[in-house]
């Protein structure tokens, strides 16, 4: 079990080239995943982060793997690969205090 009990989000973390951004912003709705940003590196406007947050109660292990599976094959469209995305346990906290 994770250090933070049941009830934990999981930090998705994915460098990504700008051409992938519309597409990725569709595609992360078409699967009901509302909790994501981008983010636009300083120092580079071909570069971005998909940074979504996943309730672990809604995503197991085999569902962040099929998350995965889903992003990669729209980067090859574009003749990119994509680098492994990190995940980080992120406890769950009540943010409207």
């Given at each position: 079990m994770s250090q933070f009990g049941k009830n934990f989000w999981w930090r998705?973390?994915?460098?990504?080239p700008?051409?992938?951004?519309?597409?990725?912003?569709?595609?992360?709705?078409?699967?009901?995943i509302r909790t994501f940003a981008?983010?636009?590196?300083?120092?580079?406007?071909?570069?971005?982060?998909l940074i979504a947050w996943l309730h672990s109660s809604e995503w197991s292990k085999n569902d962040r793997d099929g998350l995965i599976q889903y992003l990669y094959?729209?980067?090859?469209t574009f003749d990119v690969l994509l680098p492994n995305p990190s995940w980080e346990q992120i406890?769950?906290?009540d943010w409207t205090q």
């Open positions: 998705f973390e994915l460098i990504f700008w051409e992938l951004e519309e597409t990725f912003i569709w595609q992360l709705g078409e699967l009901g981008v983010q636009h590196a300083p120092d580079s406007n071909k570069k971005k982060t094959p729209l980067a090859k406890s769950d906290e």
